[in-house]
């Protein structure tokens, strides 16, 4: 291992040529476009690796040099290399779940989201629930929120609870509804809704904190099941480029994934995320935040301060234009969310809030300052997930108090087809502000929110970059002011989701000293029509130096 360290202290003062005599590599990749995403050396031809990390970057010639009887050798042809991608807000378990669940995200007629529902139940046994789901009833003309009456005929022998695509409310049928034993006489609770009908029936829909009459219930997954969804997640993460993840709901699965790479069988770094509200537990262990290996790693906390713009549960200061009764909810975690924040900043946490709305934002911004103030100044990378529905005050601090922005770009062009309904001119041009962060001088992170929204990266560098929403209706950008470049949209995927987890040091750009994951793209997403980045595919996916994913 020594030895192995100082050949890597060696290269950052050795040219590659003379490094070369001594040292024969076990991959090299030549006749590459290698965009680094490293400032200091933003562009190279070739790169070597030696064990799970890259030893040297040059020229083609430089690089072959590293060639020994031993070496295998990757010929790019030219194409596009960048390292692996980094999303840096998944929620892994539930999306490799949901490949193998009802897709319903794209039904675009109550009429064919019931038969999807329908197909998918006759070819289940009787009494298991059916799950996942992640429907959008914008899509559909009108777009009223489904009903347990739509699907009860349906599904007469499953119980049924799918979640709407932004995970902020779930459809129960009536069975589902027996089972949890949700009536009319059934208690709103803090946090939540249960939406009802005019006699004050739930119809079947429920919000936020509503939803947990349904999760006592619902029987958990086994241990095998979750570790056959799990390599699922692995594998078709390998298949889009993405590398490493940052599961936000990871909780107390750790062992899941521990399975699966004691299994040699998981391909992507996890950073598993516990709840904020249990932070007590990693206090009593004495473990901070990164604790584990470079394939798995754990003590990040996430919490939440309020709920989605789809759901009207984004927690505004002013009323919904859809719903003037309206400001959305607080998460029932806020009433003790500064006095968890307080305890597991000074534990050496690392904490992840979600906020959408403006007061969400405005909220957990407030309490981020005061714990720093009481705690004292250090590196802690206060993270909110979303910073959805920002004004100019709310960016300014980001940047002022070092509040790292964790946002989905695939989000903005899928709410843009319809948030005018929800919220004024005023309050939308402060919506997914990729532009104003950075100008601020703000840390961008990128992630999917998977299952929410798709794994695939593309979609997400075409929704920043482009800002055209999926109905094609703003083919110069919704508010396009908001559009950032390539290059600075790889940067928030890759450097950016590094620096988020404090894993700026080992990934997110291909520099010697760094692991060696990278991709091959088919197409040159910095020079093609950015309306045809969404179309690009992964050719080769590497980590650690090996490969996990080939295109046929």
Not at 77 to 87: A, S, T, Y
Not at 170 to 187: E, F, H, P, R, W
Not at 265 to 274: F, G, H, I, N, P
């Amino acid at each position: 291992m020594k030895k192995f360290v100082c050949l890597i202290f060696l290269t950052l003062f050795i040219s590659p040529n003379i490094l070369a005599i001594e040292l024969k590599a076990d991959l090299i990749i030549v006749n590459a476009n290698v965009r680094t995403m490293d400032s200091a050396k933003p562009r190279a031809e070739a790169f070597a690796v030696l064990g799970n990390k890259i030893v040297a970057l040059g020229s083609n010639g430089e690089i072959k040099q590293f060639a020994g009887a031993n070496t295998k050798t990757i010929d790019a042809r030219g194409k596009l290399v960048l390292p692996g991608f980094n999303d840096a807000h998944v929620h892994f378990l539930d999306g490799g779940a949901g490949l193998s669940s009802v897709d319903l995200r794209d039904a675009e007629t109550p009429q064919k989201f019931v038969e999807r529902i329908k197909d998918f139940a006759a070819r289940q046994p009787k009494g298991r629930w059916i799950f996942n789901g992640n429907w959008d009833h914008e899509n559909w003309t009108p777009n009223k929120l489904p009903t347990a009456a739509l699907i009860d005929d349906a599904t007469p022998d499953n119980p049924v609870f799918i979640n709407r695509l932004d995970g902020h409310m779930a459809l129960a049928n009536s069975a589902a509804m027996k089972l949890a034993g949700v009536d009319k006489n059934t208690k709103d609770v803090e946090g939540g809704e249960i939406v009802r009908d005019a006699a004050g029936n739930p119809t079947g829909v429920f919000k936020d904190a509503a939803m947990n009459y349904f999760y006592k219930v619902i029987p958990a997954f086994s241990f095998a099941e979750k570790t056959e969804y799990l390599a699922a997640a692995t594998d078709y993460a390998a298949s889009l480029g993405v590398t490493s993840v940052q599961d936000m709901s990871a909780g107390s699965d750790v062992g899941v994934y521990q399975e699966l790479l004691r299994q040699g069988k998981l391909k992507t770094r996890v950073y598993a995320v516990s709840t904020l509200s249990d932070w007590q537990r990693w206090q009593r262990t004495g473990v901070t935040r990164g604790f584990g290996s470079e394939m798995l790693r754990v003590g990040g906390l996430k919490g939440f301060a309020d709920g989605s713009l789809g759901s009207t549960t984004a927690w505004f200061y002013e009323p919904y234009l859809d719903a003037p009764k309206s400001l959305g909810l607080a998460a029932d975690e806020m009433p003790k969310m500064s006095e968890n924040v307080l305890g597991a900043d000074q534990a050496g946490l690392q904490i992840m809030i979600h906020a959408i709305g403006d007061r969400a934002n405005d909220e957990i911004l407030k309490i981020y300052e005061r714990v720093t103030a009481e705690n004292g100044d250090r590196d802690r990378r206060f993270r909110i997930e979303h910073a959805q529905h920002l004004n100019d005050g709310l960016i300014k601090r980001f940047a002022s108090a070092k509040v790292i922005a964790s946002m989905q770009p695939f989000h903005a062009i899928d709410d843009g087809r319809w948030a005018w309904k929800r919220l004024d001119e005023k309050r939308l041009k402060g919506t997914y502000a990729f532009r104003s962060l950075l100008d601020a001088g703000a840390h961008l992170a990128f992630g999917t929110d998977w299952f929410v929204a798709p794994l695939n990266p593309m979609f997400g560098i075409y929704a920043a970059v482009t800002r055209r929403t999926l109905d094609d209706k703003n083919p110069n950008g919704w508010i396009p002011e908001q559009k950032i470049t390539v290059e600075e949209a790889v940067r928030a995927y890759t450097a950016g989701s590094a620096y988020a987890e404090f894993q700026e040091n080992a990934k997110g750009t291909i520099a010697v000293g760094k692991l060696a994951d990278f991709i091959v793209l088919s197409d040159d997403i910095f020079n093609i029509n950015p309306s045809e980045i969404r179309h690009t595919k992964v050719l080769t996916t590497a980590v650690d130096g090996k490969i996990v994913y080939q295109a046929k």
